[in-house]
């Protein structure tokens, strides 16, 4: 696969359920980031991991949301006890690293739809 | 606050036409400043990506401007298509690391 993968594509979930979105990088690229975004809008910061460690999560909106790294490829954005405000599109981007001048590389989102 | 700002909000264009972005910023410090297109339901795509010392950058029809000092740039695009349709966002990197500031986006309808 040569682009950034997320999964899965749609996900319509109940209020107060819990759900995880995934994001596969690619091959080689460090930096990860994940994104939320409302029609109209641009995308807005969550997370950001170099390798396994999440080095800014200061976009998280509260305790509900957590990302993992574990092996630093595949990442998951895991959202407890759901709202109807958290329906957005989640991107996930990938870069070869953080420094300026790399390109990020998005998937095409999950949207997130709770009712 | 480090803001990025763009106009218009949304611009209908006949194919085959020009057209020009824009993109205002107040972002402190600055690396560079990039232009994505986004596709509806699809994520971003890097056009651009310029630094302080670069003033203009094309991709095929695409060309993208910036002044430093006014804090402003511009995206051109030239004999537009109906591909060209999407929603246009400029981004400023403050920094390294995370800190991308994006902007609201343009969206472009071209039409035939």
């Known amino acids: 696969g040569a682009g950034v993968s997320q999964t899965p594509s749609n996900k319509v979930t109940e209020k107060g359920k819990y759900v995880e979105l995934r994001c596969d990088p690619i091959?080689?690229?460090?930096?990860l980031y994940w994104y939320r975004q409302s029609l109209g809008q641009g995308p807005e910061f969550l997370i950001y991991?170099?390798?396994?460690?999440?080095?800014?999560d200061s976009g998280l909106p509260n305790d509900r949301f957590f990302a993992v790294r574990p092996e630093g490829s595949v990442s998951t954005l895991k959202i407890q006890r759901t709202e109807r405000g958290d329906s957005a599109v989640y991107l996930c981007?990938?870069?070869?690293?953080?420094?300026?001048?790399?390109?990020?590389?998005f998937g095409n989102g999950t949207r997130l739809t709770v009712t | 606050k480090n803001q990025v700002e763009q106009s218009p909000q949304s611009l209908i264009i006949l194919e085959g036409k020009n057209c020009t972005l824009q993109?205002?910023?107040?972002?402190?410090?600055?690396?560079?400043l990039r232009w994505y297109k986004q596709d509806t339901g699809r994520g971003p795509v890097s056009l651009t990506i310029?630094?302080?010392?670069?003033n203009t950058k094309s991709n095929g029809r695409y060309t993208a401007t910036l002044d430093a000092d006014t804090k402003q740039s511009s995206l051109h695009i030239t004999a537009s298509q109906l591909s060209d349709s999407a929603s246009y966002i400029c981004?400023?990197?403050?920094?390294?690391?995370?800190?991308?500031?994006f902007g609201p986006g343009t969206r472009l309808s071209v039409l035939p």
């Open positions: 981007a990938s870069s070869l690293m953080s420094s300026y001048n790399s390109p990020l590389h």
């Open positions: 091959s080689g690229h460090t930096a």
């Open positions: 991991f170099q390798g396994t460690g999440a080095a800014d």
């Open positions: 993109c205002n910023y107040t972002v402190s410090p600055f690396s560079n």
């Open positions: 310029m630094t302080f010392s670069e």
């Open positions: 981004v400023v990197q403050s920094g390294k690391g995370q800190n991308f500031v």
